[in-house]
């Protein structure tokens, strides 16, 4: 399978905010992107960084985001000797929308798009973490490529829409509330929801993310909504929404339908990671994952958000690569 559009990038090194920690101090990486073409003819847009030899780590971004540069999760990947590939959803960023997206496309097609990706870059056997609309993937991964994925977290990740016992939408901000009961009501209805409501994340700056975001936020998430942290989130939505909204109706709607594999089943290592100030994924999420997702290790964070608990990353890596290699 052909790579085409190969780019070098040189990032600039990130102005580190106050109270950083120590490895947010390195330098940005250098990535090469590429589009990958699908069996079905789509076009997936990849990220690539990190030691050429090194061990993929295949990261499943967040609903609305697009691959992008991420320093606080690819620095000290590196460090680890991991080489961090992302690429972007359909409908996100460069990446072709599916046809079937709004009828019959499941979370389990994105697996296939990552193997389909790791293929195009010959790599094989990798590990996998996904972050709150990505949990999801990093599962799948799990489920659908037992014999290629060595291990995968979900970080403050969904729980499906069958998840007996719980409310899937007590707790969490009134913003989210909404998309859900918007995606409840099918495709027409989200989208005329995401492009009253959702639009404005498009074209948001780090220094007006937080305000867009408010009623999702608790105060740990807004203290951490600052510097290369909300420099990531507003540039990695800004690219998400390269097509409009496409990509974040699509996300939406195979979150609220069966995912298209049994998380009882899983027999790769797992681990979820959540904290208990979440306000876009409540705390419920993750219990219902650790009790549920077969065999899985939970890391249930106190005092943590959503946001915050990305400073906790040189920790998640060292978790998901103890999986990968007991």
Request: proline residues 7%; negative net charge; aromatic residues 6%.
């Amino acid at each position: 399978m052909d790579l085409v559009d190969i780019v070098r990038l040189q990032a600039l090194r990130p102005e580190p905010h106050r109270g950083a920690r120590a490895w947010l101090h390195v330098a940005m990486p250098s990535h090469d992107t590429h589009l990958v073409r699908t069996p079905d003819g789509r076009d997936l847009e990849v990220l690539v960084t990190g030691p050429e030899d090194g061990l993929p780590l295949v990261f499943h971004h967040g609903t609305p985001q697009a691959a992008g540069p991420f320093g606080i999760l690819e620095r000290p990947a590196t460090e680890r000797g991991l080489r961090t590939v992302s690429y972007s959803r359909p409908g996100y960023g460069r990446s072709t929308p599916r046809s079937d997206a709004a009828t019959t496309a499941t979370v389990a097609d994105d697996a296939a798009d990552t193997a389909v990706v790791l293929d195009a870059l010959g790599l094989d056997t990798f590990v996998t973490l996904g972050w709150s609309g990505g949990g999801p993937r990093a599962l799948a991964c799990a489920a659908m490529l037992p014999g290629r994925c060595l291990a995968a977290t979900s970080g403050v990740g969904i729980a499906p829409p069958d998840a007996e016992g719980i409310d899937l939408t007590a707790g969490m901000g009134p913003e989210n509330v909404a998309e859900y009961a918007a995606a409840a009501q099918g495709s027409e209805s989200l989208t005329a929801f995401l492009e009253e409501h959702g639009t404005p994340l498009f074209s948001a700056t780090a220094d007006d993310i937080a305000r867009e975001m408010d009623g999702l936020l608790p105060p740990v998430d807004k203290a951490a909504m600052t510097g290369e942290l909300a420099e990531y989130l507003a540039a990695s939505m800004r690219h998400a929404g390269a097509q409009g909204i496409v990509g974040w109706r699509d996300d939406d709607l195979t979150h609220t339908r069966p995912w298209g594999f049994d998380l009882g089943a899983v027999q790769v290592p797992t681990a979820v990671w959540q904290g208990t100030e979440d306000l876009m994924v409540p705390f419920a999420h993750a219990q219902w994952l650790a009790a549920h997702v077969a065999g899985t290790r939970a890391h249930l964070v106190e005092g943590e958000g959503h946001v915050s608990l990305l400073m906790r990353m040189p920790d998640i890596l060292d978790d998901l690569l103890s999986l990968a290699r007991p």
